[in-house]
């Protein structure tokens, strides 16, 4: 199929919960019409859930690859190696294969693919199934500043974005990749401490979730050092100097250092 018979602007292969998310967010957020998406699944029920937002569903990946300019690939790991080596000869020349499945390489897209493609390579988070992901990606040469723009809108729909070296993307995975679940378990502490202290267990976790999104907002909206939004909090012989004290005293900085650290290596061990 020629580029300009090409019908659809995006196509998804997987629609998961993380491909179903970042669809998701780009039909709402306008980035794309749902007109103008084919998704493709073995599962029926995904499909059923692509053609309710008003997009096009196949369980062909053919049909999407030959169908739309711009190709979300959102399956595991463990398959995208098969996945992308059973289009190999379906790829146009330029045509945009975004891949978010994490820890494999652009080499190792480039070797399933072929030469035809462009390539780019995402680190997404599970928080863009509620809008609020914080992703990274990094593309191949020859991808074109149009296309550099719609990731960048694409993933953007979903939360905040980075472009970064695919060197760094392992540091990513084990910050934001990995970040949710340290800090699930951050506000899950700050509960336990609120119900040691006296309160409900249902109100110490409303409380410690909307104390943590809410610090997050601030320091985005002002464009601040956390420092400083922990320096306005802190006055002199209180109570939140008394509790940092007690952070310090047990290195809470430097275990969430190593924490992202640690993560960040095992994702070389396993990419590598």
């Known amino acids: 199929m020629s580029q300009d018979a090409v019908r659809y602007r995006l196509g998804i292969i997987g629609t998961g919960v993380m491909g179903r998310a970042l669809l998701s967010a780009a039909v709402r957020n306008g980035v794309v019409e749902a007109t103008e998406v084919i998704a493709s699944d073995v599962s029926p029920a995904r499909r059923s859930e692509a053609e309710q937002l008003g997009c096009a569903a196949t369980d062909d990946n053919r049909e999407v690859v030959d169908g739309a300019a711009n190709i979300l690939v959102a399956v595991k790991p463990q398959v995208i190696g098969e996945v992308l080596g059973d289009l190999r000869q379906e790829f146009r020349a330029g045509q945009l294969v975004v891949s978010i499945a994490a820890g494999v390489s652009l080499e190792t897209l480039r070797e399933a693919v072929g030469r035809a493609p462009n390539l780019v390579r995402v ?126 005293a047990r290195a809470f900085r430097a275990a969430v250092m190593e924490a992202v650290v640690a993560a960040a290596e095992r994702a070389r061990e396993l990419g590598g």
């Open 123 to 248: 680190m997404p988070n599970i928080c863009c199934t509620v809008g609020e992901a914080a992703s990274a990606w990094s593309a191949a040469p020859g991808v074109t500043d149009e296309q550099r723009a719609f990731v960048a809108e694409l993933l953007g729909a979903a939360g905040e974005v980075v472009e970064v070296e695919e060197e760094l993307l392992d540091a990513v995975t084990g910050l934001s990749g990995s970040g949710p679940a340290f800090a699930a378990v951050f506000i899950e502490a700050l509960a336990d401490g609120g119900v040691k202290a006296g309160l409900g267990r249902g109100q110490a976790l409303r409380l410690a979730a909307q104390t943590a999104l809410g610090a997050a907002r601030w320091i985005l909206d002002n464009d601040a050092s956390p420092a400083v939004l922990k320096d306005l909090v802190s006055s002199p012989g209180g109570t939140t100097i008394a509790g940092l004290s007690a952070l310090e």
